[in-house]
């Protein structure tokens, strides 16, 4: 049974499969043909996002999604490219080598294969945790600044004009430079490609709807509309020959299977890729694990972070191993997976096949599609992931987040995702710190008839002449050490008729070894000063490492379970009166 559980544990696909079914075959086979025609045009945009072949993106889409099925825990997730993770390739790619080049394609294999083995290393040793360095305002703040970012790079595809740069200056001066140069054909189709995208978006379900069509069926083939785009655009170009009128196209694209890749071990690319690679890992893996959770807790599902890492982790080493480049979960695809009745991972797998078939039969009939079309998809996806709404929660509700969610998104547009990404967590952490290294201390006193205790400024409460007590609404670490003893020393040089200090711990968590010997300190210091010091509702871990400490020891006063015990004990005359009031709510 345990070599069950185990195995159950760290591969997944033998928990459903046991339970596979006619009925849950057909459901995935249907997900998964809407999938696929969604993500052939997503796959080919994505990978020319990246700066890589469009069959790149095919290649990404086949095998990984396959590995993810048998190592993943999410029952809708859809792998695959995105836009972000695209972006971010492209950026640290083009540091090593230029694109269009074999040694482009060479580092992005590599960049693969190292995001996978991050991942699964992560997964292996449980290191999932370190994906809370990306606060949700960065988060937002990155995603955003990287839409617009994306968005603006596809202009030069619209506009049919080269240009390039990895911040938003660098690609509007390039763009302002090559405008005079823009081919009327490509923005005439690139133009009518936007349109009709964003109209599919709000106006497609509600005419078919008007049809007859079902709510149900009527949101599944609304999705398919950028592969209505790719079709007319194909026709157009093939009949007209609008490639001898300079539209770009995607042109010759390999047919046959995924080939198998072992990218070159060269030291200094690998090392130079390393941060990278990890940024794309973490990055990766919040935008998939928050998909995966969201869907999840809608069917009351749940997954395992641990083992999604290791899910994603298997998916990349496979991108990286048969020709792709880095993959993660991605949200509109899962939606679609999940809207359209995916019951596990098995959906998944058949759209690897679905894909494979179309790299096998379908790529010469991709031969005329315009670039400029592929642009526009990437254009109207991505520009849904801006979210300005959320500054707007932020202002009102903390100042400190909203400042790293701002500063994440200027310094992303202005010197590129790699460095955005980074400021925001760095000023991330430091306001932790900060606000941390302050924390809410409040004196409190007895509720009058109860045995709460509360904030003597903001409560009618009553307090013990002899009896001082303080809560900290903080864990105890380096940062704070210092400001919770000056806090007890003022405190106690304002009060000189106290006797008894009690420190209430209800939301101290853990204490460093730092504060505890700041607390050590201060209980000489009161002692001196004939003061004895107590603690009171200090949490079972904290206690656990306190016994293996000298504090309790030294300790010149007692630990008790309750705020109430310690004051009953120590002022049992103050205690019995407030126990004896009546309650502020029935007085007035």
Not at 141 to 153: E, K, M, P, V, W
Not at 458 to 474: N, Q
Not at 476 to 484: E, G, I, K, M, P
Not at 556 to 583: C, I, N, S, W, Y
Request: proline residues 5%; contains cysteine; neutral net charge.
């Amino acid at each position: 049974m345990r070599f069950l559980r185990l195995s159950d544990r760290y591969l997944p696909i033998l928990s459903w499969g046991r339970d596979y079914n006619r009925a849950t075959l057909t459901s995935d086979l249907v997900a998964a043909v809407i999938v696929t025609i969604m993500l052939i045009p997503q796959s080919l945009a994505y990978a020319l996002l990246a700066g890589l072949p469009p069959v790149v993106g095919l290649y990404a889409s086949i095998l990984p999604l396959i590995a993810y099925a048998i190592f993943g825990t999410s029952r809708t997730l859809a792998v695959g490219p995105v836009a972000v993770v695209s972006l971010l390739t492209a950026a640290a790619v083009s540091e090593i080598a230029a694109s269009g080049t074999a040694d482009y394609l060479t580092a992005a294999l590599i960049l693969a294969l190292m995001s996978g083995f991050i991942l699964l290393f992560m997964g292996i040793f449980r290191l999932g945790f370190v994906a809370n360095l990306l606060s949700h305002p960065v988060i937002s703040g990155f995603i955003t600044a990287s839409a617009i970012i994306i968005a603006l790079s596809q202009a030069k595809h619209i506009l049919g004009v080269e240009g390039g740069g990895d911040s938003l200056v660098a690609i509007a001066g390039t763009l302002l430079t090559a405008l005079p140069g823009f081919n009327a054909i490509t923005l005439a189709i690139g133009t009518v490609s936007l349109l009709f995208l964003f109209w599919v978006r709000r106006g497609f379900k509600p005419l078919l709807l008007r049809f007859g069509l079902s709510d149900f069926l009527a949101g599944l083939i609304a999705r398919t509309g950028p592969v209505l785009a790719v079709i007319a655009a194909i026709l157009a170009v093939a009949i007209f020959r609008l490639d001898h009128q300079g539209v770009a196209i995607v042109g010759k694209i390999p047919q046959g299977l995924p080939p198998f890749t072992v990218p070159i071990f060269d030291q200094d690319i690998w090392l130079a890729l390393l941060p990278a690679a990890f940024l794309i890992s973490i990055v990766g893996f919040v935008e998939s694990i928050s998909v995966a959770q969201t869907l999840a807790a809608k069917r009351r599902q749940s997954i395992d972070p641990d083992q999604e890492l290791v899910g994603l982790g298997a998916a990349n080493i496979a991108a990286g191993l048969t020709g792709g480049y880095p993959v993660t979960g991605g949200f509109a695809r899962s939606v679609v997976n999940f809207d359209a009745g995916a019951q596990t991972p098995a959906a998944g797998a058949f759209t690897a096949v679905g894909i494979l078939l179309a790299s096998l039969l379908l790529t010469p009939l991709l031969h005329f599609l315009p670039i400029a079309v592929l642009a526009a998809t990437i254009i109207v996806a991505v520009l849904s992931l801006v979210d300005l709404e959320t500054m707007k929660e932020n202002w009102a509700y903390s100042k400190a987040d909203f400042a790293a969610m701002a500063i994440t998104i200027l310094a992303t547009l202005a010197f590129g995702v790699e460095t955005g990404l980074i400021a925001g967590v760095a000023l991330s952490i430091l306001l932790y710190l900060y606000q941390t290294s302050r924390p809410h201390v409040a004196i409190v006193g007895q509720v009058p008839g109860t045995e709460h205790f509360r904030n003597v400024d903001r409560h009618d409460v009553v307090t013990s002449p002899h009896v001082l007590t303080m809560r900290f609404d903080e864990s105890l670490y380096f940062a704070n050490a210092r400001a919770v003893e000056s806090r007890i020393q003022k405190e106690v040089a304002e009060r000189p008729e106290i006797k008894h200090v009690v420190l209430q711990c209800p939301a101290v968590n853990f204490i460093d070894a730092s504060a505890l010997e700041s607390l050590e300190m201060t209980v000489q210091r009161l002692k001196s000063a004939g003061i004895d010091l107590h603690l009171s509702e200090v949490k079972g871990p904290v206690m656990d490492r306190l016994k293996r400490s000298h504090l309790l020891d030294e300790l010149t006063g007692r630990v008790f379970l309750t705020q109430h015990q310690a004051m009953r004990t120590l002022d049992p005359e103050t205690t019995l009166k407030a126990d004896k009031m009546v309650r502020p709510e029935i007085a007035g």
